[in-house]
């Protein structure tokens, strides 16, 4: 079956830029799309079709794929962008997360 | 607006069954399919199948067969995951999440479902 691999956690302070990954075999001749999370909400999409950013969500957030990678960048991290954040492979058949990521802002 | 608005947590015995229900509006909910995922505590999100609004086709992941049913009823627009036979580990939250152009771009506030005795 198909993995994605997240590294666990990430540390950025305030103003910086966050970069986080995904990892998984072939993952740029898929989409992926990414999620936000915080505690006791639902996920929310922040990006997707590789870096297309929905309605609301704000520049700051951007996305690329390719190769075996895919990775979120967060601009000027803000201390709202403290969260879990997912990635997910997607294609005709898959739909598969990894296994997320924590961001801190410090 | 999108909305999917999911029942309320619930709390079962092992061996119970249990039906989440997943309601949506704001757009034609036949012409996008629905994912469930689950999400154990402290855990992350893990997709375990989706159903074809259209023709009520349900495709499960591995892991996710046998005691696991997805069902649409497009009279109501609502959309359900049943699980049968439940164990303390079935014990997590449910989510509903809308089929959307290469995402899940909308997600029900999620559903508790306790297994205990």
């Known amino acids: 079956s198909y993995e994605l691999t997240q590294a666990p956690s990430v540390s950025v302070s305030p103003g910086q830029t966050a970069s986080l990954t995904c990892s998984g075999d072939k993952l740029g001749d898929k989409y992926a799309c990414w999620y936000q999370q915080k505690p006791g909400q639902s996920p929310v999409l922040v990006i997707y079709q590789d870096s297309k950013r929905p309605s609301g969500i704000p520049e700051r957030f951007s996305g690329s794929n390719s190769g075996n990678t895919a990775t979120l960048t967060i601009s000027g991290t803000q201390a709202m962008d403290e969260a879990d954040y997912y990635c997910q492979a997607w294609d005709s058949n898959t739909r598969v997360f990894g296994g997320g990521t924590k961001l801190t802002v410090l | 607006q999108v909305q999917l608005v999911q029942s309320g947590s619930e709390l079962k015995k092992p061996g119970a069954s249990v039906k989440v229900s997943c309601k949506a509006s704001g757009y034609t909910f036949t012409s996008h399919a629905m994912n469930w995922v689950r999400q154990a505590p402290g855990q992350g999100l893990e997709w375990m199948g989706w159903?074809?609004?259209?023709?009520?086709?349900?495709t499960y992941v591995q892991g996710f067969t046998g005691r696991f049913v997805f069902s649409v009823d497009t009279s109501v627009s609502t959309a359900y995951l049943q699980i049968s036979s439940l164990k303390a580990e079935d014990t997590a939250v449910y989510y509903c999440?809308?089929?959307?152009?290469?995402?899940?771009?909308?997600w029900g506030q999620g559903t508790l479902v306790t297994v205990s005795s």
């Open positions: 999440a809308r089929d959307g152009s290469g995402s899940n771009d909308f």
């Open positions: 159903i074809n609004t259209n023709t009520g086709n349900p």
